[in-house]
């Protein structure tokens, strides 16, 4: 006996992601990557991301059913990313798993993208209770949250203009570095030195816990025409970018009392990052390497959580949800 074994589908942008959980524990997390697909167009094609979707999911979930040696009548719970995200690759996902839930007549579960980041940042801890503090930091969000009971997101801050990983992802471009740009920049930062650009630490000394980071990158910009070598321009920004998030968040911690945070999104990838919050005092849960970036383990993880806590199937008329508070999700 294998116990619950859920099917999670995550197709929110650009990756095709299908994950299978049996007992709270992973065992499949297949993606496929549209990243070559999008290269050419500097930036993810919304109707070619759909097309791909659609071309490679029934593929993938046959793949990841037989590395699990299961069949799909083994499934006790399907679920797919209801949204955030790109309303025709969110419908591709989500129309999948409904109709595969009530082929199989099993129960179907629609996830908030940013519920998946965070149980699959927790992926490595799952005895952690909340209380605790979420920052999500990838491609389209910087969000901070209080999570005072599972379910319940409190939205301390987030970022008034650009997300953290798309500010990354826009100082590699100036910079003449691929996509995405977070692993470019960080490599290349590893040659530079993080002092030499006078950056400065955005909304340093303000009230609350929003987070900017267009300033950034149009300092990059400049700092570029006046000179900068790449290296310190990726090795600075990489500073003041980090040092914003991990300062913030141990604002955060210090003004609520609460001292557990979890770090999701793709920016939680970043070495940098990582060293400077494991520095601090703070009881810190990251991501293990494969989780960081969108996946469908996350999801399967958190539709498992949510059917552990409240058994109850969502309707298979549910929305896709393209813009989607995490706050209203509970
Ligand atoms: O969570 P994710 O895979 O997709 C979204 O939901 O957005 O995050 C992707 C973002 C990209 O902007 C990428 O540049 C950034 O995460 N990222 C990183 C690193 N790896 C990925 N940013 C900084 N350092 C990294 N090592
Ligand atoms: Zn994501």
């Known amino acids: 006996m294998r116990g619950v074994l859920v099917l999670g589908i995550e197709t929110s942008c650009d990756d095709t992601g299908v994950g299978l959980v049996a007992d709270g524990r992973i065992v499949v997390n297949r993606v496929a990557s549209q990243t070559l697909l999008h290269a050419e167009y500097g930036g993810v094609v919304p109707e070619l991301a759909s097309r791909e979707h659609t071309q490679v999911l029934d593929r993938l979930v046959t793949a990841a059913l037989d590395e699990a040696g299961a069949a799909a009548g083994d499934l006790d719970l399907i679920a797919a990313t209801r949204g955030p995200g790109l309303v025709g690759p969110l419908l591709v996902g989500l129309g999948y798993a409904k109709g595969l839930a009530w082929s199989l007549g099993k129960p179907f579960l629609g996830v908030h993208h940013l519920e998946g980041h965070v149980h699959g940042a927790l992926a490595g801890a799952p ?12 491609g389209g969000h910087t969000h901070l949250y209080h999570v005072p009971r599972w379910g319940r997101y409190e939205l301390l801050g987030a970022t008034r203009d650009d997300a953290a990983g798309e500010a990354f992802d826009k100082v590699a471009r100036l910079l003449g570095l691929g996509y995405p740009g977070g692993p470019e920049i960080e490599r290349l930062a590893a040659e530079g030195d993080p002092q030499a650009v006078p950056f400065t630490v955005p909304m340093r000394g303000r009230q609350g ?14 700092f570029k025409d006046e000179g900068y070598a790449p290296a310190d321009i990726a090795a600075s920004f990489q500073r003041v970018a980090v040092a914003s998030l991990a300062g913030t968040l141990e604002r955060a911690a210090r003004d609520t009392g609460v001292r557990r945070v979890v770090v999701a999104g793709g920016v939680a990838a970043n070495r940098a990052l990582r060293t400077a919050l494991t520095a601090t005092d703070l009881e810190v849960h990251l991501p293990p390497p494969g989780l960081t970036s969108d996946n469908g383990a996350m999801i ?9 806590r409240e058994g109850r199937p969502d309707p298979l008329t549910l929305s896709a949800e393209p813009y989607w508070p995490l706050g209203e999700a509970a």
Do not use: C, I, M, N
């Open 127 to 138: 005895q952690l209770e909340p209380p605790f503090l979420v920052l999500v930091a990838s």
């Open 209 to 222: 816990y929003d987070f900017s980071f267009s300033g950034l990158k149009t300092a990059a910009l400049r």
């Open 300 to 308: 399967a993880l958190a539709a498992a959580h949510r059917w552990s």
